[in-house]
């Protein structure tokens, strides 16, 4: 496992400090703010084989998945809310149109909600990956995400999520914050995330931890289904 060097916290902000306002609404830089995530942030650690089947855990309007698009050979795009889920659907199918290259022509991208869930087999990502969403998932919902991958990565595929750190600058600024709205946030301590996925994950290894303004772990699956 590879304990990344912290940067600071001013270098996170000059360099993503766009893409943490982004929740369906689009800005002038939202979609450009998921290419650059994409390409500087997620791809880079989910090592992709050829024609990969990827999945996207809380997928909002697309910032990200439209992103992605052109490296996959599948797309599973999950996002829970109605109204969101419509948009991601409007928003993929006219990247789908638009931006594949020439030579991915049999990319698929499927747009699910929770009763659709099931669709995805046993064994069957190459990767899966949930950013900007943690701080939405209590407990329970971090029990279902977990099993999900357990269950649902290949060996050897990888998940990929960012979270903020209780114990982290971000962390203690969120707390702090007055104008903070009434939507429940929830602010996971490392330590919680890591016994839970001992308990519900067991196939996951952790490779990787990442110190930012919001850390990042990044696990692999294995083998062994215990
Ligand atoms: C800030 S948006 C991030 C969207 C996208 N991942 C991105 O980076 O642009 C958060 C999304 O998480 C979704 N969400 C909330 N709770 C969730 C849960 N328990 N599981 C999956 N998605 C959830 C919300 O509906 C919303 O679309």
Avoid at 114 to 141: K, N, R
Avoid at 197 to 226: C, F, N, S
Wanted: proline share 7%; aromatic share 10%.
């Amino acid at each position: 496992m590879r304990r990344s060097t912290p940067e600071t916290w001013d270098d996170l902000l000059a360099k993503h400090g766009e893409v943490l306002a982004c929740f369906g609404a689009a800005t002038d830089n939202y979609w450009s703010s998921g290419e650059k995530q994409w390409a500087d942030v997620v791809a880079p650690r989910l090592a992709l084989p050829e024609s990969p089947v990827v999945m996207e855990w809380g997928a909002g309007s697309g910032r990200l998945a439209r992103a992605a698009l052109p490296h996959v050979g599948q797309l599973w795009a999950y996002e829970p809310a109605d109204a969101v889920r419509a948009l991601l659907a409007e928003n993929l199918a006219a990247a789908a149109r638009t931006s594949l290259p020439d030579d991915r022509p049999g990319t698929v991208a499927v747009v699910i909600g929770p009763e659709e869930l099931p669709l995805v087999l046993p064994q069957t990502l190459d990767a899966l990956y949930c950013i900007f969403v943690m701080h939405h998932m209590d407990y329970d919902a971090l029990w279902e995400f977990f099993g999900f991958a357990q269950e649902r990565l290949k060996p050897g595929g990888v998940l990929v999520y960012d979270y903020i750190n209780i114990e982290s600058k971000a962390g203690a600024s969120f707390l702090a914050r007055k104008d903070r709205s009434e939507w429940p946030i929830y602010i996971w301590h490392e330590s919680q995330l890591l016994s839970l996925v001992e308990r519900r994950a067991p196939r996951l290894q952790l490779l990787q931890v990442v110190v930012g303004v919001r850390d990042i772990h990044v696990w692999k699956a294995t083998d062994e289904t215990p």
